[in-house]
């Protein structure tokens, strides 16, 4: 899409949806007239109340999940925090972590590690699906928690979250599913999952606001706080509400789950296949369901540098692996998938949203035609 | 903007560099073509992060067209602004500055010239705080300065090889400081010299069961050697370098003299030096105190001023001499420690790694008396020791004798600063000599070099036969 700025097309979803207009609408009167504490017996916060709980209504039915079971906190990484701390709040024991967790999860399991928690990982094949296999024989009957990612930020690569959530109710083992990536590319149906679920989201992965998150499940009552104080959102999450916040996810998650939404996916995947075709690269979990929207290509060349050639010519994606300090570390993900340093480190993240045209994908294919050559002259003489 | 319209390589280059690895594998080359000293083309190739393919199409586009001293001037304070890097990038695109000053320095040593220049003087830098001063000196004098430092070798294996002089950040240190004064910096990347004429012949004077001083060579022989035969292609005439000692002319030859501060002196290190370089040669600092240069260069802000000073021989990067020279494929064998009348005493580890005059780490004792290294056997893999008394000498031969100045009577030293003793040299033939001592002197192994001074000037070096 083109944003404000509009020489700037956006295809980096996957790091923050531009703002949806319709969201915006909803949550502004309650950040101005409608401003009242739900916990307060006068009308201004009866108000208040009544549109937090429809909000909470409306997020839970778009899920499939009872309204109770709905803890909204303050960003999808807090939401992952309460998710997996919830179930660390006794002594200390065994946690299964899939290889290719966002740090929201995977830094989490490590503190736990340092407390001394056992944290055993699943690894994953090398198309970026969870090795089930591996899963099966690593999930213990006693285990505090299985954390999957729904989908992956890095490679879109959507997790058979089903037949996981089987394995663990046979081992009547909870499992977190974090979903901020897969809430706005996939289909989310808590109703059909056995045993106990909790799922993380955030809004701005969805056109809604940063700063606002949900955990949402069945798993949800069986968490321990891990903040204290007021007893709000059953003293899970306490503080007073974000209701903007609330009624901004609720509008966020109508759009990206509501009843026009397989129809914009189908779109949006088909805008992506289309990349992908003119684009020839090497595409990472290709052979697997990916969401909609999501391309992660091996360019051959330095991600990050591709990265900045197209934002130069005004195209913002992402790079598959970050340069720290003089250090391009490839990507733990790409590791995880038995992706080899360099190819890691040429990858391109290029997310589709909603808004994307067909002009932006023209746009991103006369880029690369230009580049490529370019690219691999200084390459080739670099040797 | 990130231009890659110079991505490429010149098909026959005038100068060449590289830079990269680490972790992030990052390679960038530089190639340059010439005409003149003029920068005709220069291309370059990048497989790497954005910071450095930024810095390095940067470089390409504002040398080329450009004068190579222009191109030498280039720095990365100018490269991170020129290419809008952020300073995270820096150490990224140090990369890309690196390779291409790498490709500068060699199309000098490749046969560059430079225009001449009256006003230009070359000082040679090895990042330390002496060198530095001469640079920021030269400059307030007007002088156009280009500063040229030699990447030498250093062991791979060694424990902290940056300790070295002639260490990467040394060259970094002193580009530095060339760029902070806008001059241009030239590095001389001699590390597969240096091996051949220092470094291996250090190894092979072990191995052959001499004490071979590295240093003399290094500073009496290459590095002057090496720089004196780039200072004409970069259009000076004159160069200088941060070394305490002086000149003295005796009958229109310049003689190597000891600097003033008799705590620095370096003229030992310099005997060997041909006077013909000399004649082209300056030493500022040979009047000067080096707490007054210290001082100043704190009050300067030179970040040399603090810089750890190299002491040892450089190459072994703080290691030790024995793992070395067996990394270097000499064989440490342990064979017997024996006193004159071969009464063995102990064993050592490997003869090589022992000096005459050594006592500590010996290991034997005979009574009460303390016992030093006489000297090495080295075919027979065998240490003598004997008592102090042992060591003293007044005779000794010297080879590869050079005469400065005949004078009758002469101050030996066979090491950095120690105290002269009085004697008189005997010339023999094919550049042999004997030097008579008149009081004792003690601590000589063949491949020490002999200075021989009259007063405060070096006459005549050699080195120790035996």
Known sequence: MRCDNARVIYLDHAATAPPDPRVVEAMLPHLTERFGNPSEPHALGRQARADLDAAREEIASLVGADPADVVLTGGGTEADNLAVLGRAQGTPGRMVVSAIEHPAVRRTAEVLARRGWEIAVAPVLPNGRLDLIELWDLVQTGDALVCVMGASNVTGVVQPIADIAAICAEHAVPLHVDDVQTAAGAELDLSDLPGRVTIALAAHKLGGPRGVGAVIGSGVQSLDPIVFGGGQESGLRPGTEDVAGAVALAAALRIRQGVEAPAERSQRAALRDDLEARLGLPVVGAEVERLPGHALLLTGYRGDTVVRLFDERGIAISAGSACASGETLPDATLTAMDIDDDAARSAIRITLGPTTTAADIDAVVAVWTELAPALHVAAEASA | ?466
């Open chain 2, 1 to 466: 903007m990130i231009d890659l319209s110079r991505a490429g390589a010149v098909a026959q280059p005038d100068g060449e560099g590289r830079a990269g690895g680490g972790r992030c594998n990052d390679r960038v080359r530089f190639t340059l073509g010439l005409v003149g000293d003029r920068l005709e083309q220069v291309r370059f190739g990048a497989d790497a992060c954005a910071s450095t393919t930024a810095a390095a199409a940067w470089l390409a586009a504002r040398a080329e067209g450009g004068s190579l001293l222009d191109g030498a001037r280039l720095g990365l304070a100018e490269v991170l602004a020129g290419a809008t890097i952020e300073p995270t990038g820096a150490e990224c695109a140090l990369t890309a500055v690196d390779a291409f000053h790498a490709a500068i320095g060699d199309a000098v040593a490749r046969g560059a010239v430079v225009p001449a220049d009256p006003n230009r003087v070359v000082v040679a830098m090895s990042g330390g705080v002496d060198s530095a001063m001469v640079l920021t000196q030269t400059v307030a004098e007007g002088h156009e300065a280009v500063g040229v430092t030699l990447r030498l070798w250093i062991d791979p294996e060694a424990p902290s090889p940056e300790r070295a002089c002639c260490a990467p950040s040394a060259v970094r240190a002193a580009r530095d400081l060339c760029h902070q004064n806008g001059m241009p910096h030239i590095a001389l990347d001699l590390r597969d010299d240096f091996r051949a004429a220092v470094v291996d012949p250090f190894v092979a004077g072990y191995a052959a069961g001499e004490t071979p001083n590295p240093c003399t060579t290094c500073n009496g022989a290459f590095r002057f050697d090496a720089i004196d035969r780039v200072v004409q292609r970069l259009g000076a005439s004159t160069w200088r370098t941060g070394h305490y000692v002086q000149l003295v002319d005796h009958a229109g030859t310049p003689l190597v003299a000891r600097g003033v501060d008799a705590t620095k002196d370096q003229s030992y290190m310099l005997a060997l030096v041909d006077p013909e370089i000399l004649t082209r040669v300056q030493f500022p600092l040979g009047a000067r105190k080096k707490v007054d240069v210290q001082h100043e260069a704190a009050e300067q802000g030179l970040a040399a001023a603090n810089a750890l000073e190299s002491q040892e021989v450089c190459f072994l990067g703080g290691g030790a001499l024995a793992p070395f020279l067996e990394r270097q494929g000499v064989t440490m064998t342990p064979g017997p420690i024996v006193d004159e009348d071969g009464v063995e005493l102990g064993t050592h580890a490997g003869a090589l790694a022992y000096t005459p005059g050594q006592r500590r780490g010996l290991g034997v004792s005979r009574g009460t008396e303390a016992l030093h290294v006489l000297r090495i056997d080295a075919p027979a893999n065998t240490v003598i020791v004997g008592t102090v008394g042992r060591l003293r000498r007044r005779e000794v031969s010297l080879r590869d004798v050079q005469v400065r100045a005949d004078t009758p009577r002469i101050d030996a030293c066979f090491r950095m600063r120690s105290t002269p003793v009085a004697g008189r040299l005997e010339h023999g033939p094919n550049a042999t000599g004997t030097v008579y001592l008149e009081t004792d002197a003690h601590q000589i192994a063949p491949g020490q070099v002999a200075a021989l001074y009259d007063g405060e000037r070096i006459v005549a070096a050699g080195i120790v036969a035996g």
